[in-house]
């Protein structure tokens, strides 16, 4: 590995990717490539701005021209790929741009790293693609089941690079990730939303009865657990990132409004969302097994992260302006002023 194209890591896990690649391997160049829609942001990738081994090109995965144009400029050797339309809600009102990026997005670009020579291709993925999990735990083997046309996407994503792999060799590998918070998310996410919202003393709606079960895994874990699949994970394998810390939606938000400061009044129950999964759980033995462990633990994790959107006003109150806000009464404005389901 020498040069790596970073796709989709102007969002929130990715920037996050990038930039601890390029301080913890100076000798990778690191070359991120996104669209720049509405959830990516160059001020996610700043503190590496003047770093030698990064670089940024604005495009789509989807766009062959310029996937080949970069592939062969930069002369890429590895793919980690995370551009994704990211947010189940939006998925919900408007899937076009989903089954644009993260099914179409991702053949193009397997197609064009077959083409070109590309080495290791890693898709990052997601825990909703195994579905409702009522008990137990998700093992890399189980069938999918995907429920929101998000879920439905990413899955359709990871069979195309499953089939690359069996039908063309190419040395593929996949991660599937639990719910993951920290700084730089983008504030349409439950705790990013909710965080932002209670700094204002807005309502914070809690969709339906607020027992949805998550797995919550910090930002930097993933990142690592991304590096060790990248560095270690056998080809044409997929493995698990899982945070192992269960918790209720709405124990979240009660442990996230103590750390602001901000009163439980503040939670309004609002109508469910639709398809809505009950739980997500991930056994995560087969990463651990290529010696990755995690580092943070959720309530030292949720205080840093609460502590960066108290600090860092000036990166979260510029997104919430323009087409956000649209998004936000689309989303919200009936939900806010009905009753609860
Ligand atoms: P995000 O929405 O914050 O960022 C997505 C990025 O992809 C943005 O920078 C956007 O500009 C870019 N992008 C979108 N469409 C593109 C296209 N066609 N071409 C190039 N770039 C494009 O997402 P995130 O939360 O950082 O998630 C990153 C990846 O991790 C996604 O693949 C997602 O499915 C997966 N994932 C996320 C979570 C989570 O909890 N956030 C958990 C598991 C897996
Ligand atoms: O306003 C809200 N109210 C609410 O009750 C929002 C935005 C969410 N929720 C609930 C829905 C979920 O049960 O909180 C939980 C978490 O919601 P999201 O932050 O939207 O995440 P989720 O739908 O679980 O999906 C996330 O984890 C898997 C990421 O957005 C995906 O990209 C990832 O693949």
């Given amino acids: 590995m020498k040069n790596i194209l970073v796709t989709g890591a102007?969002?929130?896990?990715?920037?996050?990717?990038?930039r601890y690649m390029v301080n913890t391997y100076p000798?990778?160049?690191?070359?991120?490539?996104?669209?720049?829609?509405?959830?990516?942001?160059?001020?996610?990738?700043?503190?590496?701005?003047?770093?030698?081994?990064y670089r940024f090109v604005r495009g789509d995965?989807?766009?062959?021209?310029?996937?080949?144009r970069t592939l062969a400029e930069y002369q890429i050797d590895t793919v980690v790929n995370f551009a994704a339309e990211s947010h189940v809600d939006r998925s919900i009102l408007q899937p076009d741009a989903f089954i644009h990026t993260d099914v179409v997005g991702v053949y193009i670009?397997?197609?064009?790293?077959?083409k070109h020579g590309v080495g290791r291709f890693l898709q990052v993925s997601t825990d909703e693609v195994y579905g409702d999990v009522e008990s137990g735990y998700s093992v890399e083997t189980d069938?999918?089941?995907?429920?929101?046309?998000?879920?439905?996407?990413?899955a359709g994503g990871e069979l195309m690079v499953r089939a690359y792999h069996v039908t063309h060799g190419m040395d593929t590998v996949i991660t599937r990730g639990s719910n993951t918070f920290g700084p730089y998310q983008y504030p349409e996410k439950l705790l990013p939303l909710f965080i932002t919202e209670a700094l204002d003393d807005k309502p914070l709606p809690?969709?339906?009865?607020?027992?949805q079960v998550r797995d919550w895994l910090y930002v930097e874990d993933h990142v690592t657990g991304v590096d060790a699949v990248l560095h270690r994970g056998e080809s044409g394998e997929a493995y698990n990132v899982a945070g192992e810390n269960e918790l209720h939606n709405i124990d979240v938000v009660k442990q996230m409004l103590a750390l602001v400061g901000k009163p439980e009044s503040l939670i309004k129950h609002v109508p469910d969302r639709e398809g809505h999964d009950r739980r997500y759980a991930m056994n995560c033995d087969k990463l651990r097994a290529i010696g990755w462990e995690r580092r943070y633990n959720f309530p030292d994790a949720l205080a840093e992260t609460v502590r960066w959107y108290h600090d860092n006003e000036w990166w979260w109150?510029?997104?919430?302006?323009?087409?956000?806000?649209?998004?936000?009464?689309?989303?919200?404005?009936a939900?806010?002023?009905?009753?609860?389901d």
């Fill in 206 to 211: 809690l969709y339906g009865d607020g027992l």
């Fill in 109 to 114: 670009m397997l197609d064009e790293s077959k």
């Fill in 27 to 53: 000798h990778y160049n690191i070359i991120v490539f996104d669209k720049l829609t509405y959830a990516g942001n160059l001020n996610n990738l700043t503190p590496i701005d003047d770093e030698p081994n």
């Fill in 317 to 333: 109150r510029e997104i919430k302006t323009g087409d956000y806000l649209d998004y936000f009464k689309q989303q919200y404005a």
């Fill in 61 to 68: 995965i989807a766009d062959r021209d310029a996937v080949r």
């Fill in 143 to 154: 069938t999918f089941l995907p429920n929101s046309p998000y879920a439905a996407s990413k």
């Fill in 335 to 340: 939900r806010l002023s009905a009753d609860a």
């Fill in 10 to 18: 102007a969002g929130f896990i990715g920037s996050a990717f990038a």
